[in-house]
Each structure stands twice: as C-alpha cells, then as structure tokens.
C-alpha cells in the first residue's frame, strides 16, 4: 500500500494567520519560513538586521531556526510593510511600541495600532498635497 501524503495526526494540527497556516512545529528553517510567507530569503536576513524581535536562534551547524513566534513576526512585518504602507522606521516603531507599553503597565497591545494608521493615511494625505501644490506652484510661475 502506497505511503499516504498526508501528515500524521499530530502535525495535522495548525495555526491560522490571516489566510496563512502556519505548521505546528517548534522550529523552521529559513527556506521553509519563506515559503510560508511567500518573500524571499535574503529579505528575512534583511529584516532581520532592521528589527530587534526578530532573531531567530542559530544550530550548532550555524543555520538559521525559527520559532513559531518568529514566522508570525515576519506575517506581521510583511502585513505592515506591503499591505499597511508603512516604512521599516515605522513598522520597527509599532513592532517595539507595544512590548515597551506593557512593560510600564501602559496601553494594551491594540491601543498603538488603532490611531497609527490614521497618521499612516495623514502621510499619504500630505504627499498627495505636497504634489498638488507643486503643480500650482508650477502654473503660477509660468504666468508670471
């Protein structure tokens, strides 16, 4: 009887991300982790540089281990960079903020994430006006 494709039933079991699953394992590699996530390799070792949660562990032989909370960091910062518009300064920020509110007994967790993206949309809003101006400025110039 051919072997089944199918996982055994302990690994059956996943967490959903959005529309990501995420296997039930302790620790992935890095080529696993991009698969998952859909970005390349050399991104992850760049964020990885960029953002202080992100760290994952290395073996013995010097390979890159992710750790379930890793591969949902990296859901997250891919959510925050492609999906939210946000720059790595800014993503970096709301990633830190609400580990360092906790710490003091500040806000809860949601608290940062609900008003930034309105400053997220005050951005896009003043680059919008900044170019609208500029062709003013253009036209007035040319009339006078």
Not at 37 to 49: I, N
Not at 99 to 126: C, M, R, W
Not at 129 to 134: S, T, V, Y
């Amino acid at each position: 009887m051919p072997r089944s494709t199918q996982p055994r039933a302990s690994r059956h079991q996943q967490l959903s991300l959005g529309e990501a699953l995420i296997p039930n394992r302790l620790y992935f590699r890095i080529g696993e982790v991009s698969q998952l996530t859909e970005t390349k390799a050399y991104v992850l070792r760049y964020w990885e540089s960029e953002f202080p949660t992100l760290k994952p562990v290395k073996s013995r032989s010097g390979h890159r281990l992710y750790r379930r909370q890793d591969v949902e960091t990296v859901f997250e910062i891919k959510r925050l960079l492609y999906e939210r518009g946000f720059t790595i300064e800014g993503a970096r920020k709301l990633l830190a903020g609400p580990s360092s509110g906790e710490a003091a007994g500040g806000a809860e967790p949601s608290a940062p994430q609900k008003t930034h993206p309105a400053a997220v949309l005050n951005v896009q809003q003043l680059r919008a006006i900044k170019r609208e101006l500029q062709a003013v400025l253009t036209i007035l110039s040319g009339k006078c």
